[in-house]
């Protein structure tokens, strides 16, 4: 009989064992479509045998944990892999929105027959479009001066001032969109960072009772990679099992506590930056999505930005110092053709534009139909200028363009590089930590026979105690 | 290798959105015509693009230009035509008139002729351009007219005051390439344009020796006809010829510059085409391709998304 109670127990073990087992199928299959989920694994063991006089004799199975199936490299290398793909996120959206306030497009007629369509024209509000005007009306008021080429020309000087005016406030106000985005990053991340010690505490209190936190590793994965997509960091994991988080030296989540969070703060030029909120630390990002609108904002937007007023203040002197020595058909001479000395502020004469008849055309204060000053102003076109790299107006303005459409282009690249790596990493950890049904319904079979056939065992258990039972009685 | 579940679908999501991604982008490219519309679809092509379509826009400006002096060249010629029949009839007269055989009384008539000669050379000199008013031959000091005469109690010219000067505007015609179809009306200096009426380099002062002329005709003094009056009538004779080949030269060279500019434009409107537009046969047959590959990933996935083990399950 004592063999028997012995079997009945063994196949109590094993019932008990493959439900757990089974248990582990449904939650796996439930969170089959759940962000962020790992597989879990149930560890079976066989439990300990017992000595006999015939030797040891086993005593079934038992469950020795239930496991998480992760792969700590794969999660490292997605972290760091978010911290490239949020920086060049970041720069793409900051130079995208340039580009759109830039206007500078080309635009098509559409296509017709043959290998090549009809061609490219720039859009009417580019700066490309309207400096070329300027100089194409001083040439046409040096053919024919009169009152109406002279209106043409103070026309296309406000145009090309507003342009002016139009992209530096367009370049001013992303500045201070890409601010406000840095600050709410910061907070996202002071959110996360807060939620992976309160995670870090939760978890080592259920691992200090014997159980396993797997939902909540799960968890703090999914908040170390959204943080890593914000900002770089490093973990490091120490003695006693807890995570730390560091972002550029600076250690701001030891184990259960937060020791630091993120601020925004004015270095004194509008351009804010990031440090550490009470230790006052000033950090030196190397990647996240915070860096690269830091980067976009502070390299390539303003290189543009200052590149864009030096165009803007030579253009202005290179025609002011022909204009003004020229003499209008009264004879006053000295007056300005355009005012200001970047993007910012560069304005047409106000005098002239209320009365373009007081053109300065004329390099002799008698020779009132003296065009000299047309023609020296719309020569500006083709002249090369020192102030800009000796390049001509249009060709510097060309190179700003370009500029800005390599770092755009650069952005939109590795934008496309990084999601491919990051896909190929999402799609390796997946094949690591990922649900798949078809396993999961094989091990469900599996599992479901072990139990019958353990029942089973217990029915037979059974028919052979009430046989001993039997023979007594009988 | 081991395949979740999941990884069907995001693997799929992500082809899709890289096929469709892929055929906006040609179906934008087909529709525009341009392969390059926005500076970061090609930085390069759309810098060089750019400097294209300036100098686009300034060959066609220098058109505008050209054809502005071509009507202008044009307007000089008919006064040069008509000052070209002026010098010929004076000349007629000079040689006519230091005959011996001449009585006062033809002389007088002749006189008179050479005051109708006046009268027109003046009203050449006056001439202002139809097209924008400005007088043609009163250098840039055009706000008014340039030549004022005075004239005795008969209405007869007996000076005649020049009030413009002797420069001339410049037009761009070119890149750095100027010119001009204005002469000036006096150029007494010696160098610079030379001057339509008074001329110093060349000898020439027509309404001075038509005034000349007039006076020894209404005096008598057939000898100064002879030796002085028709040579300085031959000097204006041969400063109109001069006059009338250089606007011929000017016209010749209008002609040049809009052929230049005309043939620029069809060269830069192919250069910019080059760079910006889109290689229609090429883009098509891409399209076609992305559009393949966008409905074998649909078929597929819609296949294999549908079975798992549980369709086999009973």
Redesign the interface.
């Known amino acids: 009989m004592v063999g028997l109670f012995n079997t009945l127990d063994l196949a109590k073990r094993s019932l008990q064992t493959q439900e757990t087992a089974i248990q582990v199928t449904g939650q796996n299959i439930a969170n089959v479509n759940t962000t962020g989920y790992s597989r879990q694994t149930v560890n079976i063991t066989e439990s300990p045998d017992v000595q006999t006089p015939v030797g040891s004799e086993g005593t079934g199975t038992e469950v020795a944990g239930i496991d998480q199936v992760v792969s700590d490299l794969l999660n490292s290398q997605i972290q760091s892999q978010n911290s490239t793909s949020g920086y060049w996120t970041g720069q793409q959206t900051a130079l995208q929105s340039a580009q759109n306030g830039l206007d500078e497009f080309l635009n098509g007629s559409g296509a017709t027959t043959g290998t090549s369509s009809s061609s490219a024209s720039t859009t009417d509000s580019g700066l490309s479009g309207q400096l070329s005007a300027l100089f194409n009306a001083f040439s046409a008021l040096a053919a024919s001066p009169s009152l109406s080429t002279e209106q043409a020309a103070v026309a296309a000087g406000q145009s090309v001032t507003s342009s002016f005016n139009q992209i530096s406030s367009q370049l001013g106000s992303l500045k201070s969109t890409l601010n406000s985005s840095l600050t709410q990053n910061v907070a996202s991340a002071n959110k996360l960072l807060s939620q992976i010690a309160g995670l870090n505490q939760q978890i080592s209190s259920t691992e200090a009772g014997g159980g396993t936190a797997n939902s909540l590793l799960d968890q703090r994965e999914q908040d170390l990679e959204n943080l890593s997509q914000l900002v770089n960091i490093s973990t490091s994991t120490d003695s006693s099992g807890n995570l730390d988080v560091s972002i550029s030296g600076q250690m701001l989540v030891a184990g259960r506590t937060q020791l630091d969070s993120l601020q925004t703060y004015d270095p004194g030029n509008g351009n804010l930056l990031v440090q550490t909120a009470t230790g006052g630390a000033d950090l030196t990002l190397t990647g996240g999505q915070m860096q690269g609108t830091i980067d976009a904002r502070d390299g390539t937007l303003a290189t543009m930005q200052s590149n864009l007023d030096t165009l803007a203040s030579n253009l202005a002197s290179s025609v002011n110092s022909i204009y003004s020595a020229g003499y209008n058909s009264s004879g006053a001479t000295g007056g300005n053709f355009f005012n200001g000395t970047d993007a910012s502020d560069l304005s047409v004469s106000q005098s002239l534009a209320n009365d373009p008849s007081t053109f300065q055309l004329s390099a002799s204060a008698t020779a009132t139909g003296d065009n000299s000053v047309a023609v020296n102003l719309s020569n500006l076109a083709s002249t090369t200028q020192s102030g800009l790299n000796s390049q001509t107006f249009g060709n510097y303005y060309g190179s700003i363009v370009a500029n800005l459409g390599n770092g755009l282009s650069n952005a939109n690249t590795e934008v496309t590089n990084q999601s491919a790596v990051g896909e190929m990493l999402s799609q390796q950890r997946s094949s690591v930590s990922g649900v798949s049904l078809d396993e999961e319904l094989t091990n469900m079979m599996t599992f479901q026979q072990a139990y019958e056939a353990s029942a089973q065992v217990v029915t037979t258990v059974n028919t052979l105690m009430g046989d001993t039972l039997a023979m007594k009685t009988s | 290798?081991?395949?979740?579940?999941?990884?069907y679908s995001?693997?799929m999501l992500?082809q899709f959105n890289t096929l469709a991604a892929q055929q906006y982008t040609l179906q934008n490219q087909?529709?525009?015509?341009?392969s390059?519309?926005?500076?970061?679809?090609?930085?390069?092509a759309?810098?060089n693009?750019?400097?294209d379509?300036?100098q686009q826009?300034?060959q066609?400006?220098?058109s505008?230009?050209i054809s502005?002096?071509q009507t202008r060249a044009t307007s000089v010629d008919s006064v040069l035509q008509s000052l070209q029949t002026v010098v010929s009839q004076a000349g007629e007269i000079a040689t006519s008139a230091g005959s011996a055989t001449n009585s006062q009384s033809d002389l007088n008539n002749y006189a008179d002729q050479v005051n109708t000669l006046i009268n027109q050379v003046v009203n050449d000199a006056n001439t202002k351009d139809p097209?924008?008013?400005?007088?043609l031959f009163?250098?840039?000091?055009?706000?008014s007219a340039p030549f004022s005469t005075t004239t005795d109690a008969n209405g007869n010219v007996t000076a005649v005051t020049y009030n413009g000067?002797s420069?001339v505007?410049?037009?761009?015609i070119g890149?750095?390439l100027?010119t001009t179809a204005d002469i000036p009306g006096v150029n007494s200096g010696s160098n610079g344009a030379r001057g339509l009426i008074t001329d110093s380099q060349s000898g020439a002062d027509l309404l001075n020796h038509l005034i000349q002329l007039r006076d020894d005709l209404n005096s008598g003094d057939t000898t100064a006809i002879t030796n002085t009056d028709s040579a300085n009538i031959q000097k204006d004779q041969n400063n109109v010829a001069y006059q009338v080949a250089n606007n011929g030269i000017t016209q010749n060279q209008l002609t040049n510059a809009s052929t230049f500019a005309s043939s620029s434009n069809t060269n830069l409107?192919q250069m910019?085409?080059?760079s910006?537009?889109?290689?229609?046969?090429n883009v098509m047959v891409e399209l076609n391709q992305a559009q393949t590959a966008y409905q074998a990933a649909l078929e597929s996935s819609a296949k294999i998304m549908q079975t798992?083990?549980?369709n086999y399950?009973s």
């Not at chain 2, 097209?131 to 007088?135: A, D, E, I, L, N």
């Open positions: 290798m081991r395949i979740a579940t999941n990884s995001d693997s992500n087909v529709s525009t015509g341009l390059v519309q926005a500076p970061s679809d090609d930085p390069t759309m810098q693009t750019l400097s379509i300036e826009a300034a066609t400006q220098y505008a230009n502005t002096l097209s924008t008013g400005q007088y009163g250098g840039t000091a055009s706000g000067n420069t505007n410049q037009t761009p890149a750095g100027t409107t910019i085409s080059n910006s537009s889109a290689n229609l046969m798992s083990l549980v399950l």
